[in-house]
């Protein structure tokens, strides 16, 4: 009864305040001519959308809190929070985009607290792709393999042993299987060991070069984050350089992060979309991967690049490698916005893509190695 009467109050104030917000409108119109009437400001709009967002909120709450005992089970638990998720909330705000999937959020938080976690990686996968990051931290205790190494490998390049990853969710349950799946996809190692080591065209900047550009400038390269690396093959590489490279990845169709990890690197399981967890100005250089091409959205773009720009030290580098997107799109969208960067471009070259997706959509590969200045 009370919560109801809570809700009423709730609703009461909402409608008033729009019924305020409206007449303050009204009289803005009334005052100005009528054959042009003013546009509705933007901070308004936004207060009005949030208040009937508010009112159908509010409304669906006390249509749940009048259902009759007789409905559905799944529509009781949709509405009703887990109360591990609750408990949660008052401790640290929760995304909003977590706010956004209520239902894969309540069943991600549906758990017992204390006990084995459920078995629900893509549940959380899921949800970090739909900017449901960082994930809510759940009381209860992760799920581990029965195998795991004795010690680091001392060849990263080594094959991954078996047995040492939860690979229940994928279609092969085994490293090798993932080997012989696709040559593309990383877990090869007999394939992974070439790369980033030759030059077979302009598009490659093997890692000898790539030292040899910074020794050059007389600059050091100490520390290093590799965006969407994949299996962590170029911070493999640079290791044996004695160069740190941090790894960013997801499980998208394969352990990826599990295969990082394995090779004795450091995987961080992080999508996109999200901040660096990287301090501001103390990394030396960056790496753009694969991951990172045409498919995300310009704005996503824009604020990814000027957050490396925020973690990239003073003479650090940039390094997009194979990015690729349409012609059209790198001369008129992509070079322009990286060029907001201002960086000195030590490499640019651009080829054509010639797999049958680069043929049909016209797409090229840029790879660029950019440094930034010491002082804007």
Request: contains cysteine; aromatic residues 8%.
């Amino acid at each position: 009864m009370g919560f109801t009467m809570g809700l009423n109050l709730l609703l009461l104030m909402a409608m008033v305040a729009t019924n305020i917000l409206s007449l303050y409108h009204l009289s803005t119109t009334i005052q100005s001519k009528p054959s042009s009437p003013p546009p509705i400001p933007d901070h308004l709009i936004h207060q009005l959308s949030t208040i009937r967002a508010t009112i159908t909120h509010l409304t669906s709450l006390q249509s749940s809190t009048n259902t009759p005992p007789s409905s559905s089970s799944s529509a009781a638990a949709a509405t009703t929070p887990p109360s591990d998720l609750l408990i949660y909330t008052h401790i640290s705000p929760i995304a909003s985009s977590c706010k956004d999937n209520p239902l894969l959020l309540h069943k991600y938080m549906n758990y017992t607290p204390f006990s084995l976690c459920p078995n629900d990686s893509p549940l959380a996968e899921d949800l970090i792709l739909r900017g449901c990051h960082p994930l809510p931290r759940r009381r209860c205790f992760s799920r581990t393999p029965s195998t795991t190494p004795t010690s680091l490998p001392t060849d990263p390049f080594s094959p991954l042993p078996e047995k040492t990853a939860l690979l229940t969710h994928f279609s092969c349950k085994t490293f090798s299987c993932f080997a012989g799946l696709k040559p593309e996809m990383g877990f090869d190692m007999r394939i992974e060991k070439t790369r980033f080591l030759t030059y077979k065209s302009d598009l490659d900047l093997p890692i000898s070069q790539l030292m040899q550009l910074a020794k050059q400038a007389k600059s050091v390269i100490r520390l290093a984050l590799d965006i969407g690396g994949g299996t962590g093959t170029f911070a493999a590489h640079m290791k044996l350089h004695n160069v740190t490279v941090v790894t960013t990845t997801m499980n998208l169709g394969a352990p990826y992060n599990e295969a990082v990890a394995i090779r004795g690197l450091v995987p961080l399981h992080a999508p996109l979309q999200q901040r660096l967890p990287v301090f501001d100005g103390v990394v030396d250089l960056v790496r753009c991967g694969h991951a990172v091409n045409r498919w995300i959205p310009v704005v996503a773009m824009e604020f990814l690049l000027f957050d490396v720009d925020r973690v990239l030290r003073g003479g650090g580098y940039l390094l997009l490698d194979h990015f690729f997107s349409k012609k059209m799109d790198l001369e008129k969208v992509f070079t322009p916005l990286i060029g907001k960067l201002g960086y000195k471009k030590v490499k640019w070259a651009v080829a054509n893509k010639t797999d049958s997706s680069g043929v049909k959509n016209g797409e090229v590969y840029l790879t660029a190695l950019l440094q930034k200045p010491l002082t804007k």
